[in-house]
């Protein structure tokens, strides 16, 4: 079916010719003769769209709306009446009705606004989905997944991230274990309050222990003022550790103390400071293995490794490519203002065939130069790096990556219709709007690629 939809009104023979109409275009129609029955049968009924007469006996349309739009939040109500004016429509659309249908009007005109109904709550729940998508972004690096490694690492990191837990991201580097970090970050409690990042690569170790816990005035040469440091600039918020396994061992035992007693002691104080944080850590090492050797301490490694998340390199989730080239393509179309029109399929085959040592990122930066490079209308191979070569005979079929667009392609359409059917709890209506196709080509698309609900 295209949508529930009731029909109120007193008048049996419009009821029954209205009906046969929008039941005609798919819908599935139920009828009320007056107020007080459609309010009876709403919860079985549970319509999309409501079509109520302004006049009938007992309660009339003006004074059923407010109930309607009450009860029914996600319904669409569109008034009809044969008493119509100009400041009638107003005063309906004032108190909720989103269209006005004049009596007499013809069957077309009732299916057209029944339609433009339908399109007005796709695109409200686009919108939706839009701004969740951007809660859970970084900047201009969304959280592309559709290989089932990666839904299955998301699944598990929405489950963690109202949690205060210890986080641990592991993978290698550039898969995006930062954008993960502020992910957890936006959808935990601490949403409204600071994420604080650092590398502990990236700083000197002399200048690390300051970075990090802060110092009191005077406290070592050149401390000509006190620094409060980034862990009680984050108290109440996050703070990522990024590259935790660079973290010299004298700051190993230091992180430790705070991470069990919550409280940290500047250099040069005397009296620690209490700290409210949530620690994300990340690492492309072996941190096994560096424990193994002596060079991370165990009791901070097991402190870390609370909640663990293994985050897979993108040769490994080969369906992402795609989704992460799209974004990747319109973001820096739109950004460089050049009037490109796509990407050929040989480009996408060999981008899809690539190892990706550099991970999204490098993704990311290929994808920037070609877009950059490019003369024409499209992106071609001649735009990109030429370590992005051709690929060399049937990899999938000699036993590695199968490397085949139309598979992953598939791979990639299957997993969201699944995610769809799941969110929407089995209801194949409202997955297909999430999904944004008709519903006749979601039940094809369930037959074409088995999928039971």
Not at 305 to 328: K, S
């Amino acid at each position: 079916m295209s949508g529930r939809i009731l029909i109120i009104d007193d008048d049996e023979a419009l009821r029954d010719s209205l009906g046969l109409v929008l039941a005609a275009e798919g819908f599935e129609v139920s009828g009320a003769e007056d107020g007080e029955s459609a309010l009876r049968c709403l919860e079985a009924i549970d319509p999309e769209i409501v079509l109520c007469d302004l006049r009938m006996p007992g309660m009339d349309g003006m004074e059923l709306l407010p109930e309607l739009r009450s009860r029914l939040r996600r319904a669409t109500v569109i008034l009809m009446s044969a008493y119509g004016t100009e400041e009638l429509a107003l005063e309906a659309m004032k108190r909720g009705a989103y269209d006005y249908l004049a009596k007499p009007f013809q069957p077309s005109e009732a299916v057209l606004a029944v339609r433009k109904a339908q399109e007005r709550e796709r695109l409200r729940i686009a919108n939706r989905l839009l701004r969740r998508d951007v809660q859970r972004s970084l900047g201009e690096r969304p959280i592309v997944a559709a290989s089932p490694a990666m839904i299955e690492l998301l699944e598990v990191m929405e489950r963690t991230a109202s949690f205060k837990a210890t986080v641990l991201l592991t993978g290698e580097s550039g898969t995006g274990k930062e954008v993960l970090a502020r992910a957890i970050h936006v959808q935990s409690p601490r949403r409204e309050q600071i994420f604080v990042g650092v590398n502990c690569g990236a700083i000197p170790e002399t200048l690390l222990e300051s970075e990090l816990f802060g110092h009191a005035k005077g406290a070592f040469t050149g401390a000509d003022r006190a620094r409060r440091g980034l862990f009680v600039e984050a108290s109440g918020g996050t703070l990522f550790l990024d590259e935790i396994g660079e973290l010299p061992t004298p700051l190993q035992v230091k992180l430790l103390r705070v991470l069990q007693e919550e409280e940290v002691r500047p250099l040069g104080e005397a009296k620690p400071t209490e700290v409210d944080i949530r620690v994300i850590a990340a690492t492309s090492r072996d941190l096994e293995a560096e424990v193994a050797a002596g060079r991370f301490r165990e009791d901070l490694f097991y402190r870390l490794n609370v909640v663990r998340l293994q985050v897979p390199p993108l040769r490994e989730r080969r369906e992402d490519i795609p989704l992460l080239v799209d974004h990747f393509f319109a973001h820096f179309r739109d950004a460089l203002g050049k009037p490109l029109r796509g990407i050929a399929d040989e480009v996408l085959e060999r981008l899809v065939a690539y190892s990706w040592p550099g991970n999204v990122r490098e993704l990311e930066n290929v994808i920037e130069r070609a877009v950059i490079l490019a003369e024409g209308e499209w992106i071609t191979p001649a735009d990109l790096p030429d370590n992005v070569e051709r690929p060399r005979g049937p990899v999938g079929a000699s036993g590695g990556a199968d490397l085949s667009l139309k598979r992953a392609r598939r791979a990639a359409e299957s997993e969201m219709i699944r995610r769809a059917l799941r969110a929407t709890g089995g209801n194949r209506t409202h997955a297909a709007r999430l999904l944004e196709i008709s519903h006749r080509a979601l039940l094809y698309k369930l037959k074409e690629y088995q999928i039971r609900d």
